[in-house]
C-alpha cells in the first residue's frame, strides 16, 4: 500500500484526485498508477483501470486471476466492474468512499453473489494516510 500511496502523492502533484494503485503477482509488482482523467482528458482514467489495463499488458492477458490490487481509495462502480470483468482475485484498499465505493460502503458490486465472479476484498489498511492525502488535498483547493 505504500507504494500505493506514493502513487497518490504523484497524482496530487499532478493536480488530479490523489489515488494511486498498484498490481501484484506473487509479490511481484506487475503495474502501477494514480488517477488521471484530466491530464488524458478520460473520465475512465481513474488508478484502477490504468492499472488493470497495464497489468493485462504487462502479461500479455485480459484475465488476471493471481493479481492483487491495491488502491489507496475504495473502487468506484465502473473500476469494481472492470476488476471482476478481469478476474482480479484481491482487492486491498485504504479508505472507504461513503459517497461512491462500491466495495461495501454504497454498493457492494465485488461480493454480489449474481455475478459470475466475486473479489476478496480487505478495506482499511493504511486508511488514516490515505485519507489524509485526500483530505489535505481537497482542502487546498475549497
Known amino acids: 500500500m505504500g507504494i500505493a500511496i506514493e502513487q497518490a502523492r504523484a497524482a496530487a502533484a499532478a493536480g488530479e484526485v490523489p489515488v494511486g494503485a498498484i498490481a501484484v ?33 504487462a502479461l500479455g492477458a485480459y ?43 454504497v454498493y ?6 449474481r455475478l459470475n465472479h466475486r473479489l476478496e476484498v480487505h478495506g482499511g489498511v493504511m486508511e488514516d494516510e490515505c485519507a489524509e492525502i485526500l483530505r489535505e488535498f481537497f482542502r487546498l483547493r475549497r
Open 25 to 57: 503477482r506473487a509479490g511481484v509488482i506487475v503495474a502501477s498508477g494514480h488517477n488521471r482523467p484530466i491530464s488524458e482528458v478520460d473520465p475512465t482514467a481513474h488508478a484502477e483501470i490504468i492499472v488493470v489495463r497495464e497489468a493485462a499488458r
Open 108 to 113: 457492494d458490486i465485488g461480493r454480489d453473489g
Open 63 to 105: 484475465r488476471l486471476t493471481e493479481i492483487s490490487l491495491y488502491v489507496t481509495l475504495e473502487p468506484c462502480v465502473m473500476c469494481v466492474g472492470a476488476m471482476i470483468a478481469a478476474r482480479i482475485s484481491k482487492i486491498v484498499y485504504g479508505t472507504r468512499d461513503g459517497k461512491a465505493g462500491a466495495l461495501g460502503s
